[in-house]
Structures are given as structure tokens and as C-alpha cells.
Nanobody, 123 residues
């Protein structure tokens, strides 16, 4: 079992930055790929970013490339999402996910999900 707890969401203005954190517990965190997804109001869940368990490879959704950065600290069992130049369309509930298989993770088929943290960007 893997437990994931997100934090760091909030209300910000367009152009601001925010950093989300996801603390993991349970199975060996460092062996799991980690990722972020989001779901805006009335929208389907969207892939945001993922990182391999070594941190050597990262993936990003087209809508966040160049603005968001995913990173991880295996010593702290935590993955981060640094969000810069936020836009109103980034408003969503952001979910952390983990999976031993990074490809399964990117498809959104992970078994392990956090409860989500709300990010609201005002114009």
C-alpha cells in the first residue's frame, strides 16, 4: 500500500506561482514513479507531469510545459510540483499518483491516488 497526501493548494492570482507537495508513505517510495493530474470544473482528468523513481526522466502535459516543474526528494518521500505563470485555466483539483510503472502512471491507471488539493487562479 502507498498513501499519498497532497498539500500546498490555494487561491492565487494569474501570473503567480505555487508549489504543491505530495508526501508518500507505505511501500518504498524511491522505487515508484510519481505524477500529478488535475481535474478542472466540468472537465475530464488531465495529465500534468510525471517523474521516474530516480528523477532522471520527467514528462509534462502540453498545457503546462515550460511553466511547471516536477521534482522529488526520495530522502523525504515527497514529490513537488512547482507551478509558475499560473493562468485561470490552471484552476483545478490537483491529484498526486504513484505507480511502479511510469507508463501506466502516465495513462492515469495508477492504483494509488491522493485526495487532491484545490488550486484556484483568479484573473
Amino acid at each position: 500500500q502507498v498513501q499519498l497526501v497532497e498539500s500546498g493548494g490555494g487561491l492565487v492570482q494569474a501570473g503567480d506561482s505555487l508549489r504543491l507537495s505530495c508526501a508518500a508513505s507505505g511501500r518504498t517510495f524511491s522505487r515508484y514513479a510519481m505524477g500529478w493530474f488535475r481535474q478542472g470544473p466540468g472537465k475530464e482528468r488531465e495529465f500534468v507531469a510525471a517523474i521516474t523513481y530516480t528523477g532522471g526522466i520527467t514528462y509534462y502535459g502540453d498545457s503546462v510545459k515550460g511553466r511547471f516543474t516536477i521534482s522529488r526528494d526520495n530522502a523525504k518521500n515527497t514529490v513537488y510540483l512547482q507551478m509558475n505563470s499560473l493562468k485561470p485555466e490552471d484552476t483545478a483539483v490537483y491529484y498526486c499518483a504513484s505507480d511502479p510503472d511510469r507508463f501506466r502512471l502516465r495513462r492515469g491507471d495508477s492504483d494509488y491516488w491522493g485526495q487532491g488539493t484545490q488550486v484556484t487562479v483568479s484573473s
